[in-house]
């Protein structure tokens, strides 16, 4: 629009001086001022050649994924994708510029989704999760040890698309796991390798305040001094008798405090804002609440509502955890948190029957939580491993995660040999070299959609674990042999395709002409994206034409009707 003013008012100048050479009868000069203004217009204009959309190419990928070479180096010249098959993967995607695709996925119950970690702290549950492309009952998911011992098994006793297993490792070491899926009759459907990584996990720093013994304390201190965390406790007895017990090392920042009700509710006003000063400067304070007693300093405080729990529902109300396999019923404390516990207060988890049995809330940087539980202490014999878990599952909710100078992030969920992958971490300067086991080292590349991380490309060579290094720290990765999860990989491709399609923004109602004739969007064949890309509109409308002859014209006018002015 502004183009079409702009060139509109250059010719009515150059009309009122074309009308000026009339009435002095100067011709040649006339014939020069038309000229000069027409091309001037022209050159603000914005004019286009008349141009026709790029071809279309085939894309056609078979089972394992590969296409055609010369399909592959056409698709910069082309107008539109009409992919067949599962599509790529995500790093050959990103070696082709975005063009319109179209394509149209086959429905397929055979594809595969697996969701696991390969990297977990030991005492943490592994959990390893498949996604089918077809609900079905009677299948049954098997978690397998490198000898072929079974580990854990889940089966689908409904029609469903997923199920998930959960194991707890014994060591902390490098193993590869082995995965199974059953059909109802106990066929194989598919099966795997699945690397996992057990790693030690970073001691947990612990201040505890306890203004009350129990025994639930005491069994809190033996599960923490177990699991090898750094713990500064301290125990009222009495009056004048108290327990303590002195960090190994300094506590200089630590992961949690940890405090039973009856200590904050004893605490002078100062003493009481000091800690909650801490907790504002982003220490997480857990606070069992089982002998608190003075709701109202809490509300007041807190601004946390608490009432008494019911004595005639309180069997109805015990909190109830399945843990591995093993069931934990825990007393409700005696006042808990009401229903609308307060404007800053949210349930923070709940139990099987979806009771909450955890509260918290912000307090500047840190947070502070309600423990609404009691008489754990009653499983420390009879299911320690279970009562272990479920204080390690409420730790990891609750206490600040160890802080690491350094870690390794693998974007790539499937590497395999001879495909470019990407290996990215935290806490290394751009530049730094990295060694690669078996390759050339390579250095620390900054990248956009990395802000926090900078990385390196690889292309591994051969199946087996791939070692690396960096900054004195070593890491390592696990690369899939080409066949193995043969379906998982199907479902890679198809969704590195469908995020190509969401990038490419192509148009439904393009009509191009391909290699096979022209092909035109409908119901039956509909692109992913409902949008036109820069380079489809660019092919459409035409390029614009250079401006560069019409002021070069422009200039000559001009200059010529100076010099004969001149004359």
Known sequence: MTASITSLAVLAVGALSALFYARRRQWIELALVVLAALALAAMFADLRQSGSVAANITLSTDAAGNASEAALLAVPQAGAILLRGDGLREAQWRDLPARPLQWKPAADADLLWLDFPRRVALGRMFQFSVRRGQAQAGWRLQLLAENGQLLAEARAAAATDKLSLQWLPPLAEAMLLQARLLDAAGKTIAAGPLPLQVVAAAPLQVLGRFDAPSFDARALNQLLAEGDAVLDWQLTLGKAIARSETARVPLTQPNLLLVDAAYVEHLNPAARAALLAQVAQGAPLLVLGANAADAALWQREFGLRLRPQSATTEKEDMRQFSINGAALALTPAGLNPDAPAGAAWTAAARDDKQQAWLWQRDWQRGRVLWLGVADWHRYVISAPQPLSL????????????????????????????????????????????????GMAAARWQARAEQADAVCVALWPRAPGWQKFASAGQEGMEYIYAAGDWPAWQRALRRDATARYAARSEAKPALVVAGAAGAVATGAANAPVNPRLGPEATAAANGAPMPAAPFALLFALCMLTLWWREQR
């Open 390 to 437: 479920w204080w390690q599952q409420l730790l990891d909710r609750a206490a600040l995660p160890a802080t690491q100078k350094s870690a390794w992030r693998l974007p790539d969920p499937m590497p395999v040999p001879g495909l470019r992958s990407e290996l990215c971490g935290q806490g290394f300067k751009p530049g730094e070299e990295v060694r690669l086991d």
